[in-house]
């Protein structure tokens, strides 16, 4: 099993470095017909491993690449060489818009699970050929640093019949638990052209967007620990935090963006929290080249495998956690989609549960599931706060668990609320265009209460 070998003694780890250094296209080479290769995940994807084996398309068939959001503008190789698939399938336990494209093609599928559940999958279940992922220099120690994305990678490295490291100097160093691997674990070198980390830029905010972060911002305290998401929204309630009068934030969250380099900044973050005290804990970071150089060498971020900083138990150690997720539909139970509209798969569950569930517990905490009232597609508009869940709908919160549910036209609190309660409370922060026709689908349904005050 990985993970137990004796390391090498300090005089033989140049000499196993050189051993084990090959190029891209040897470690390509490796892969043989009916493989599973893990690519890597978030900002450690194998790019030039992975560009290597689209090159050898002639050569296999039906290898699985297994990946979790690939986050570079551009799409797979392999995709591009093998648009039908015949040859090389995409297996993603989370689901990014490149991973889409490729399933409406018809071969890429999503694996269902809680991200803070991956270590445990694939040490336990997981079948992983070949694992390749990109990592800092090694050090004088034979350390290869794992850079902004630590999340599930020692599973998949205890998974692995085979470990290749495909080494980028453009990877922050970046400190934290679990936070490397050890020449002695890894199999095969190779060298990168040292390629940009992948980046997300920041998007502003407008409309609703803009008027849920702000319907937020009053239910802040100080003291706060943050957890904050990808998107426009997060990163506008970012910007309204940097600007208010709080004071002494922290941060226990999944993922590290831009909005928190601005927070620190504007001196905003002082770390006194109960877990972990000092520290910005994470377990992937993804943004601008501003929030990499931030972690780069930085003592305040800690990294850690999700296993870990998804736990809903470690989140509640902290008090005041403010958890904010976006949701793609509600209906009035209170059921959370954030997979998929429909049929149509969109995400994966990733840590909004455990986030829920962690700020909840957290003594003054509070979760926050965020969606527009509405959204128009092909001149055609819709609520996204529904009756009920359309078929194929992914229940991803269960109607127990939400505690705050955000529209741009207000905040409804369902902790402690019966059907008929919970379902006013969410037709009074739909669209007033949809409100009177949720209110009679209530009715029809038979959660609704004749001395309802929307009535």
Known sequence: MRGTQIFYKAA??????????????????????????HLGTFGVIAREFEAALAKRKDELDEVILYSSLWSYDDTYETNKVDPEGDVFKIWSTHMSQKDRRVKTAGHAWYIPILYSDNNQMWAQYGKVNIAVFTVGPMDSYGNFNLGVTIGETKGVVQAAD??????????????????????AEVDYITHSSNYPIAELPVREAGGADAKIAENILPLIEDGSCLQLGVGAMPNHLGKLLAKSDLKNLSVHTEMLVDAFVDLYEEGKISGIKNF??????????????????????????LGAPVDFVNNPYNIA????????????????????????????????????????????????????????STKTKDGKTESLILPYLPPGGIVSCP???????????????????????????????AHPDYREDLIRQAEKQGIWCKTSKLL
């Open 276 to 301: 972990l005290p000092g520290k910005m804990v994470y377990t992937f970071a993804l943004g601008t080249r501003k929030l990499y150089d931030f972690l780069d060498d930085n003592q305040m971020c």
């Open 317 to 372: 150690k902290n008090d005041k956690v403010i958890s904010i997720n976006a949701a793609l539909q509600i209906d009035i139970y209170g059921q959370v989609s954030s997979e998929s509209i429909g049929f149509s798969h969109i995400s994966g569950q990733g840590g909004q549960m455990n986030f829920v569930e962690g700020a909840y517990h957290s003594k003054g905490g509070k979760s926050f599931i965020c969606t527009a």
């Open 399 to 429: 109607r127990y668990a939400p505690q705050y549910i955000v529209t741009e036209y207000g905040i409804a609190m369902l902790k402690g609320l019966n059907t008929w309660e919970r379902a006013e409370a969410l037709i009074n922060i």
């Open 12 to 37: 033989d780890i140049a000499a196993q470095y050189d051993k084990k250094l090959i190029t891209s296209d040897q470690a390509a080479g490796l892969v043989k017909s009916g493989d599973r290769v």
């Open 162 to 183: 085979l470990v290749i490291v495909e080494v980028n100097e453009n990877m922050p160093r970046c400190n934290g638990i679990e936070n490397y691997i050890n020449i």
